[in-house]
């Protein structure tokens, strides 16, 4: 059994926003679904990172979610800037449980557990937060992010946190948050959200303890990333 990840699948099967317009994204789905089950075995665990689906309502993200289901291992997703579909865990258990899609967990204000590894995390938000509305999204996502931390640490094991936004980057930091990863003694993190030329401010390595890396679909030629094996 191992644990992946991966950030910013961006499927747009069900609505038309095709990604392919980009440089790098010829053929992504085809591309990602050949990767994922050549990497990932059915008792396999797929953390996805955010930005999941172009679909503005829930109806829209259907043909996506069947797609992801239909690829190998159990899938723990997370909201990111673009999922503006996202509505209540219970809501989207619900879609699921309805349309037969049977592999795909909900990380929000939870953890889970995968062999050793205890699992959580929350989108994040700007490095910039000079405005009163930036600042009070980024306190719950500070909130959620503390409490996601606290459900792991009942579950026991390794900690792992993932985020959609990244924390930290080569000129500037998000406090609020790496102050908790590193508050909570998180020893690893992984992001995404990052794709382009924007990947050469990434900061992937160790800072105060905590180890950090990207994950973007892109950025690892949309194949998951092995995390754990266990």
């Not at 094991?157 to 998000?174: D, K, M, N, R």
Request: hydrophobic share 35%; net charge negative.
């Amino acid at each position: 059994m191992s644990l992946f990840a991966i950030g910013d699948t961006h499927l747009s099967f069900g609505s038309d926003k095709p990604m392919d317009v980009f440089s790098g994204w010829q053929d992504y789905e085809k591309r990602l679904e050949k990767n994922w089950n050549s990497v990932v075995a059915e008792n396999d665990t797929v953390v996805i990172a955010g930005d999941i689906s172009w679909g503005v309502k829930m109806e829209d993200t259907l043909e996506d979610f069947c797609f992801l289901d239909k690829l190998n291992g159990t899938k723990i997703i997370m909201k990111g800037n673009h999922d503006y579909w996202w509505s209540t865990k219970s809501k989207t258990e619900k879609f699921f449980k309805e349309n037969g899609i049977e592999s795909i967990k909900i990380l929000f204000n939870n953890a889970y557990k995968v062999g050793d590894a205890a699992i959580c995390g929350t989108r994040g938000w700007f490095f910039d937060c000079s405005k009163n509305e930036d600042q009070k999204v980024l306190a719950r996502e500070v909130g959620r992010l503390k409490t996601s931390i606290a459900e792991a640490k009942k579950l026991g094991g390794e900690v792992i946190a993932f985020l959609h936004y990244p924390p930290i980057s080569l000129t500037e930091t998000c406090h609020e948050i790496y102050d908790t990863l590193v508050d909570e003694q998180i020893k690893t993190c992984y992001y995404g959200h990052l794709h382009g030329n924007s990947v050469n401010w990434a900061f992937r390595g160790e800072s105060d303890g905590v180890k950090f890396d990207l994950i973007s679909a892109d950025y690892l030629n949309f194949c998951p990333k092995l995390i754990r094996k266990f």
